[in-house]
């Protein structure tokens, strides 16, 4: 992935650590696991590290993927459509088979 966005001239850090598999969700252990990931991952734009890459030191979108792999393609296509639409946010949605995987997370705008 890191070489597809260098040939893109997109700044970026990837950070991968160890194999471990966190498939509970009782208790909060894969989402309190996912949380600490994406702080560590947030921590360049906290510390300004991250606006040393940037023209005038500002993002228009930071991406998140979460913790399935992806292809370069899913990647770009939610940027895409998130850009197309006019969306403040995007995201992919996890299918297993014909019922959707994570619904336990997800809301509709009524917050249901």
């Not at 994406?38 to 906290?46: E, G, S």
């Not at 770009?76 to 992919?92: D, F, I």
């Amino acid at each position: 992935m890191g070489k597809l966005f260098d040939s893109l001239g997109t700044p970026h850090n990837i950070n991968s650590e160890g194999s471990g598999v966190k498939s509970h969700k009782e208790d909060g252990h894969r989402i309190n696991f996912l949380a600490e990931a994406r702080n560590l991952a947030m921590q360049p734009f906290y510390s300004g590290a991250a606006a040393q890459h940037m023209r005038g030191g500002a993002f228009d979108e930071v991406l998140f993927i979460n913790d399935i792999y992806h292809c370069a393609s899913d990647i770009l296509e939610v940027l895409l459509q998130k850009r197309t639409q006019g969306a403040n946010q995007a995201c992919a949605t996890d299918w297993g088979g014909r019922v959707v995987y994570d619904r336990w997370v997800i809301r509709g705008m009524s917050g249901r």
